[in-house]
């Protein structure tokens, strides 16, 4: 079965910096796309960024040239570096899996930015 385990979420200042895990378990990261999606109160979940298995990255327009994914399969974890971040990333962040014959999301994180 597998799972996933965000963390790294909490409090910032904008224009600050913040770093979030996805530790996965029951599935190497690495045959899996593997991506970073966020839901804000009263809106639909959108996806901020995506890595998938050969290596190939994609962002969202919102966050281009501020955040980055990235991964350690020694951890079998994804990251999502977050930096001069803006109160509209405010927002719970999901970590998700997929392949052709699954997809699987965490809990989530609250990542909260203060003007």
């Known amino acids: 079965q597998v799972q996933l385990v965000e963390?790294?979420?909490?409090?910032?200042?904008?224009?600050?910096?913040?770093?979030?895990?996805c530790a996965a378990s029951g599935t190497a990261i690495s045959l899996n796309?593997?991506?970073?999606?966020r839901q804000a109160p009263g809106k639909q979940r959108e996806l901020v960024a995506v890595i998938q298995s050969g290596g190939t990255t994609n962002y969202a327009d919102s966050v281009k040239g501020r955040f980055t994914i990235s991964r350690d399969y020694g951890k079998n974890t994804v990251y999502?570096?977050?930096?001069?971040?803006?109160?509209?990333?405010?927002?719970?962040y999901y970590c998700k899996?997929?392949?052709?014959?699954?997809?699987?999301?965490?809990?989530?994180?609250?990542v909260t930015v203060s003007s």
């Open 33 to 37: 796309t593997m991506g970073w999606y």
């Open 80 to 92: 999502l570096q977050m930096n001069s971040l803006k109160p509209e990333d405010t927002a719970v």
């Open 97 to 110: 899996a997929a392949r052709l014959t699954y997809s699987s999301w965490g809990r989530g994180t609250q």
């Open 7 to 21: 963390s790294g979420g909490g409090l910032v200042q904008a224009g600050g910096s913040l770093r979030l895990s």
